[in-house]
C-alpha cells in the first residue's frame, strides 16, 4: 500500500486473497457511494471471512473453498470483519441452519429432510416432550383420554379397595389396587369404558402423551344437579379434542355420555387450578385432591377466558375463544369438615347398598342354577340362559 492505495497485481488477482481483497474494496466503494452501511449482504469468496470481510450483523458468507460445516457463515456480532460463526451449511438439519452432526448443533433442535420425516439420530426419547393426564370416575360410563392417538400406555387406580366386592372393570379387565399400575385395556373409540362392580368409589386413569403445549390446563368436572357431586373428571395441559382430529366444536368437552337435563359441565378457572397444583404431591394428584376435598362453587359463574388448546399455528398458540353456553366456569370451595363427614357417611351408605345388591344377585343366580339342574340341562345350557338372564 502506498499513499492510502493497495496495489493489486494481476498476479495477486488470480489468488483467492487477491479476489476477496478486490470484493471488500467494491462492497466499501458500493457503501461509500449508496450511504448504505445497515443493510445485509451475502457475501462469498476463498478463506474464511473472519477477520477480513467487514459487514453487518446477518449478512452470510458463502465459502468457495469450504468443507463440511465451513461451506457458509453468518455474522453474528461485530461491526467490524469479526464475529463470523462457521459450521452451517444449505443441507443443515436442525431448525438455526446447524448440522446435528457438529459441536455447534449439538443441542439443537432437529427439522424434517425432504421425506417429511426427522433425520436418523436426532432424537431420542429425552427429546420428546410428555405430559401426564388424568381421569377419574365415580359411575359406570366413559372417560375420555388425554392426547388420544399421541398417548402411550395408561396406568390405573381405585380410591377404595377395603373390600373385594367394590372392583372396577375397564375393557376385559379387573383392577382393585389403589397404587397406579400399568395395563393393556379396551377401547371404546377414543375413549375407555368404566364398569363399577360396586359403589362409593372413585376410579382414576393416568395418561402420558406426546404434547407440544404446556401454556395452560384443562379441568372439566362432570357435575350432578341434584347432589353437587363431582360424577367424572379430566385434567391436563391439553384440550380433549387435541389427538383425535383436533375438532373443538366436535369435542367441545370430555364426556360423551354427558346428560344435560341431569348433569352440568364444569371448567375450573386457571387461578383455582395454580392454587390447587401447589398442594399436588407424589400421593395426591390435582384429581385426587379435588374428589376428596373440594367443590365446585355453584352459586357463582366466572369469566371464560380463551385458553390454549395445544395446537400452534406456525409459531403461536391456538386458542379457543369460546366454549358453548352449557359449559361453565366455577371456582372450587373447599369442604367443611362437616360436609366431609356427611359425604363420608354417604359413601358408606352407597357401599353397603351395592354390597347388598351383588349378594342378592349372586344368590338368585345360584338359584337359578339348581332349578335348571333339576331340569336336567347340559351345563352349555345352563351358563348360555344364566347369561342371558344376567
Aim: hydrophobic share 35%; charged share 25%; proline share 4%.
Amino acid at each position: 500500500m502506498a499513499d492510502g492505495y493497495i496495489e493489486l497485481s494481476k498476479e495477486k488477482l488470480e489468488t483467492p486473497a487477491g479476489i476477496n481483497e478486490l470484493n471488500r474494496m467494491l462492497r466499501q466503494l458500493y457503501e461509500l457511494i449508496s450511504g448504505d452501511s445497515k443493510t445485509t449482504k451475502i457475501y462469498y469468496g476463498y478463506g474464511s471471512p473472519e477477520g477480513v470481510v467487514v459487514a453487518n450483523v446477518g449478512s452470510i458468507y458463502m465459502r468457495k473453498d469450504g468443507g463440511t460445516a465451513t461451506s457458509m457463515y453468518i455474522k453474528e456480532s461485530g461491526t467490524g470483519a469479526t464475529g463470523w460463526v462457521a459450521g452451517r451449511s444449505s443441507d443443515a438439519d436442525t431448525l438455526d441452519t446447524y448440522h446435528a452432526s457438529t459441536s455447534a448443533g449439538a443441542n439443537k433442535i432437529p427439522v424434517s429432510d425432504a421425506s417429511g420425516y426427522l433425520p436418523d439420530n436426532t432424537v431420542d426419547i429425552g427429546a420428546l416432550k410428555t405430559t401426564l393426564g388424568e381421569v377419574s370416575r365415580g359411575t359406570t360410563g366413559l372417560l375420555t383420554l388425554p392426547g388420544g392417538s399421541y398417548g402411550f400406555g395408561i396406568q390405573v387406580k381405585c380410591a377404595d379397595v377395603t373390600d373385594n366386592i367394590y372392583n372396577y372393570v375397564v375393557g376385559s379387565g379387573y383392577y382393585n389396587s389403589n397404587n397406579y399400575w400399568t395395563e393393556t385395556i379396551t377401547y371404546d373409540g377414543p375413549h375407555v369404558f368404566v364398569s363399577f362392580v360396586g359403589a362409593g368409589d372413585t376410579f382414576y386413569a393416568q395418561h402420558r402423551y406426546v404434547t407440544s403445549s404446556g401454556k395452560n390446563h384443562w379441568l372439566f368436572l362432570l357435575i350432578d344437579k341434584i347432589t353437587v357431586g363431582i360424577i367424572a373428571a379430566y385434567s391436563a395441559p391439553d384440550h380433549p379434542a387435541y389427538g383425535r382430529g383436533g375438532d373443538f366444536n366436535k369435542i367441545p368437552h370430555p364426556f360423551p355420555d354427558y346428560d344435560e337435563s341431569k348433569q352440568e359441565i364444569v371448567l375450573v378457572d386457571q387461578e383455582t387450578i395454580a392454587e390447587l397444583k401447589a398442594q399436588v404431591t407424589e400421593e395426591s394428584t390435582l384429581l385426587t385432591l379435588i374428589n376428596n376435598l373440594y367443590r365446585p362453587n355453584m352459586a357463582k359463574e366466572e369469566i371464560y377466558e380463551p385458553l390454549h388448546s395445544g395446537k400452534f399455528l406456525g409459531q403461536s398458540p391456538e386458542l379457543i375463544e369460546v366454549i358453548p353456553d352449557y359449559i361453565k366456569v366455577r371456582k372450587l370451595i373447599k369442604f367443611t369438615p362437616e360436609e366431609l363427614e356427611e359425604r363420608d357417611r354417604i359413601r358408606e351408605r352407597l357401599k353397603l347398598e351395592a354390597g347388598l345388591e351383588n349378594l342378592k344377585r349372586e344368590q338368585d343366580r345360584i338359584s337359578l342354577m339348581d332349578k335348571l339342574i333339576v331340569l336336567g340341562l347340559i351345563k352349555e345350557e345352563i351358563d348360555l340362559l344364566v347369561e342371558k338372564n344376567e
